[in-house]
């Protein structure tokens, strides 16, 4: 399992950024796949998750509205489009997945098995 993240950078408030995930050893056809983010000294937040299965999808509550995950499975890639940002989402992003669940909720919830290198986000006047 490999997860390529990439799209990071500087942005300043209210303005947006892609990220991007590309997968490889396995398929985006069932498992649930999301981007997780963690800020110095905070705890690690489940941010967003879909399902490759059904692509149902899950946003914590501090980015519903802003930001919007999608799945393209004939590059076997997921996205995260953010709009809106504001300072408070400067964090390493990471995209991770777990294999043995469908469920984008529990992904979320419960925390991934499979991680990739995470991409800095920064988001500055």
């Known amino acids: 399992v490999q997860l390529q993240a990439s799209g990071g950078g500087l942005v300043h408030p209210g303005g947006s950024l892609r990220l991007s995930c590309a997968a490889s050893?396995?398929?985006?056809?069932?498992?649930?796949i999301g981007w997780f983010r963690q800020a110095p000294g905070k705890e690690r937040e489940g941010v967003s998750c879909i399902s490759s299965l059904n692509e149902i999808t899950h946003y914590s509550d501090s980015v519903k509205d802003r930001f919007t995950i999608s799945i393209d499975k004939a590059k076997n890639t997921v996205y995260l489009q953010m709009n809106n940002l504001r300072p408070e989402d400067t964090a390493v992003y990471y995209c991770a997945t777990d294999l043995g669940h469908s469920s984008s909720y529990a992904l979320c919830q419960r925390g991934p098995t499979d991680w990739g290198q995470g991409t800095q986000v920064t988001v500055s006047s």
């Open positions: 050893g396995f398929t985006l056809d069932r498992p649930a």
